[in-house]
């Protein structure tokens, strides 16, 4: 498969060139913002697109989205109407209305579509999953997630990811992003939301940058029309904390923090050591290697926008 590298916005893209490397033969890139651009393919050794329409004619069969979240829609219409198959980072776009424009373009024109969902596939949340769809937690009645990073404390993050409008938002909609997928995974989409969000860091470098000041210290609440009650927790002002899943029922709970994983049921009468799974192929070696599996479709990519809808309503 020929694939292409569209933007370099998004922090992940050098990672995703590598993952594409292995499997792919990858054919250039475009970034509107030339110095990037012209950096990122002199240290790869990469043909230059110096623009979307010459990455447009490149004859690729696929294209790896890494531009500004609200540059998304428009250039995903544009490939999909190029024939190009389409992976992109998270979120998908930011209106539930750009999302149904990419849909409707990637299905008039019959291409694939994957988006990002890397802790889905992951041993820690296939792990849990599979606790709770064995039934032993009875009624699923409570899920937690907490990812955070020191982002913006350790003054880590580009510029960029404090525009708000090419961002749509600060950590939740960026790195919170994780927590409303898996949610909607194991509860489906919810009735309401309520979130509070915050400017923690007290960073001076940090605050020059956060010109927009989005939040960087963040909870949703997620409510479920059958009582469940969902938690995603996220930010950029904290240091070494693990990512956290625990999912509760009527019968149970299963936690893990990591390459481990626990619960306590009716059954067990006892915290007891849960054997971790093994994890699945990470979203972009999916779309890389043609096996596709389900839970990172357009479906789900529409999802995740809603959510964040949701969580940013005032």
């Not at 540059?71 to 109407?81: F, I, R, S, Y």
Request: charged share 25%; proline share 3%.
């Amino acid at each position: 498969m020929k694939t292409v590298i569209c933007g370099l916005w998004h922090v992940h893209a050098e990672q995703y060139y590598k993952t594409a490397a292995e499997h792919t033969e990858v054919l250039g890139v475009w970034e509107q913002n030339e110095a990037w651009r012209k950096a990122f393919c002199e240290k790869y050794g990469l043909k230059e697109f110096k623009s979307l329409d010459e990455l447009l004619a490149s004859g690729a069969d696929a294209a790896i989205v890494c531009t500004s979240s609200d540059t998304h829609a428009e250039v995903m219409v544009k490939l999909a109407d190029a024939k190009m198959d389409i992976f992109t980072e998270k979120v998908l776009a930011l209106t539930t209305a750009e999302c149904e424009a990419v849909e409707e373009a990637v299905k008039r024109n019959g291409v694939k579509f994957v988006i990002s969902y890397p802790h889905k596939y992951g041993a820690m949340a296939q792990t849990v999953k599979s606790v709770v769809d064995s039934g032993e937690l009875g009624k699923i009645n409570y899920f937690r997630f907490r990812n955070v990073h020191d982002g913006s404390t350790g003054n880590w993050l580009p510029p960029h990811f404090y525009n708000a409008k090419e961002c749509g938002g600060g950590a939740m909609i960026d790195l919170g992003a994780h927590g409303m997928y898996l949610a909607d995974w194991i509860l489906g989409m919810p009735v309401a939301a309520s979130s509070t969000f915050t400017l923690a860091c007290e960073n001076p470098e940090t605050a020059k940058k956060n010109v927009d000041q989005v939040e960087d210290n963040a909870v949703t609440v997620l409510q479920y029309a059958n009582g469940a009650i969902a938690i995603n927790e996220t930010g950029f002002v904290s240091h070494g904390y693990p990512i956290t899943i625990e999912v509760g029922g009527e019968l149970g709970w299963v936690r893990s923090t990591g390459k481990t994983a626990e619960k306590r049921t009716k059954e067990t009468k006892a915290v007891v050591e849960v054997p971790m799974v093994e994890g699945l192929p990470s979203p972009l070696k999916q779309f890389c290697t043609g096996n596709i599996l389900p839970g990172c479709g357009i479906e789900e990519a529409k999802n995740l926008t809603k959510l964040m809808e949701m969580a940013y309503r005032k």
